[in-house]
């Protein structure tokens, strides 16, 4: 049996998914404590005017600075990202950083997989899919892709997404797919969530001959408000400490581009890449997350109810603005400090001629292709739920076990 590696940071995901389904079983908070966190959190919509505040002054401070750089907006990528914002501001009202995030990598994605197209003819497996918010902007609905994602209680939700055919629970850093299995693999921010970034690209690269995926840089750490500005005071060791802090609550393993571009060399022959989301823009942003109490892209459900009903007007024109201006300006930064990094790549592993017809999932434990669900050599049917297969090693079978087909706690917009 497949063993689970303890150092391997993804693994922290386990316990998350195990709490949604004990949340629904078992456990209740009493009701004194269910009390003070209910304050605690309304407590937290004091800064919403702040938010509004700081939008203002940040747009004139950036637009009056955009006139003074002299520079024009060259960047494709970042261009095209503009196009993007008004469909992110719903789902993250006033909440930069992943408005900032998104369009930027929808802007590659389009792009590049739309010249991916014209190389494969079907057969794209998308992991880490998630509930499929982010997915069902690249994609359209003739695509039928194939979604892999380990978290059962956010796959559920991509059933409302025509483009998604097949949903597979799966460990992603080890996909159940054969060699030559799939055309194409497309993974959107997952690589920063995994230590062993080697052994999963030689994986994806033994998978499909095409590949796109992204990548956090270590100033991802240290662009957030705290370390960012305890560096700018020569506090070099505390602000240390404190980006260790953010990447282990938020289960980052995080490297240098440079480390990341000979990774990613080993596998694959890389035919386009681009950075974006330079420090300095990622700390700007990073004080709205911190006035909103968050470190992530997902954003409270108590101040979104109010920035997208009482505020909307001021909460749509600030938040286009906002992002329109802070995207020009990461447009015209040196590329020194940036936060992510996208490639499109060709495996050297496997060649376009290789793959197969149909995409084939194999035992994830035995590594056996499968026959209707079933592993001859293991004897184990794997179990389809809600539309989902449930192709999990068994060392992964017993924390993901309990999944219970309630409607989920996790909103349908979640990530
Ligand atoms: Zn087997």
């Known amino acids: 049996m497949q063993k689970l590696n303890n150092n391997e940071i993804n693994r922290g995901y386990l316990n998350f998914i195990k709490d949604l389904s004990n949340d629904y079983s078992s456990r209740r908070q009493s009701s004194l404590r269910s009390i003070f966190w209910k304050i605690f959190q309304f407590s937290q919509l004091v800064t919403i005017p702040l938010i509004y505040i700081f939008g203002a ?24 990202a503009i196009n993007y914002i008004e469909d992110f501001i719903h789902q993250y009202p006033m909440h930069l950083y992943p408005i900032l995030a998104k369009c930027l990598e929808i802007s590659f994605l389009k792009n590049n997989i739309a010249r991916l197209k014209k190389a494969i003819n079907g057969k794209i497996v998308e992991f880490a899919i998630g509930e499929g918010s982010l997915s069902k902007r690249i994609f359209l609905p003739e695509d039928r892709i194939i979604g892999l994602e380990l978290n059962p209680y956010s796959l559920k939700y991509t059933q409302e997404c025509h483009h998604v055919a097949t949903r597979v629970i799966a460990d992603c850093l080890n996909p159940p797919i054969i060699k030559g299995g799939a055309a194409a693999i497309i993974c959107n921010n997952l690589l920063h969530h995994v230590t062993d970034k080697k052994k999963t690209l030689r994986k994806w690269a033994e998978i499909a001959p095409y590949a796109i995926f992204n990548e956090n840089t270590n100033y991802w750490a240290s662009g957030w408000i705290k370390p960012y500005l305890y560096r700018l005071i020569g506090l070099d060791s505390l602000a240390e400490k404190i980006e260790d802090k953010i990447k282990k ?7 240098t581009i440079e480390e990341l571009d000979l990774l990613v060399g080993n596998y694959y022959e890389i035919i386009s890449e681009n950075s974006f989301f330079s420090a300095k823009v990622f700390f700007y942003c990073s004080i709205f997350s911190f006035l909103l109490f968050c470190y992530g892209p997902p954003t409270p459900k108590r101040q979104k109810v ?33 936060t992510y990094v996208i490639w499109s790549v060709k495996s050297n592993l496997i060649q376009p001629e290789a793959v197969n017809d149909e995409i084939m999932f194999s035992c994830p434990d035995c590594g056996e292709i499968l026959q209707n669900n079933y592993c001859r050599k293991c004897g184990r049917l794997f179990e389809v739920i809600d539309d989902m297969l449930f192709l999990l090693p068994n060392a992964l079978n017993e924390k993901i076990s309990n999944y219970r087909t309630f409607s989920s706690k996790l909103d349908k917009e979640h990530l």
Not at 60 to 79: N, W, Y
Request: proline letters at 2%.
């Open 249 to 255: 609550r938020q289960l980052q393993s995080l490297r």
């Open 306 to 338: 109010i920035m997208n009903n009482l505020c909307w007007p001021l909460t749509r024109v600030l938040s286009f603005h906002l992002a329109k201006t802070l995207i020009e300006f990461d447009a015209i930064q040196n590329r020194d400090t940036d």
């Open 57 to 80: 002054f940040l747009l004139l401070f950036l637009r009056v600075r955009l006139v003074f750089a002299k520079k024009r907006v060259e960047s494709r990528l970042h261009l095209d």
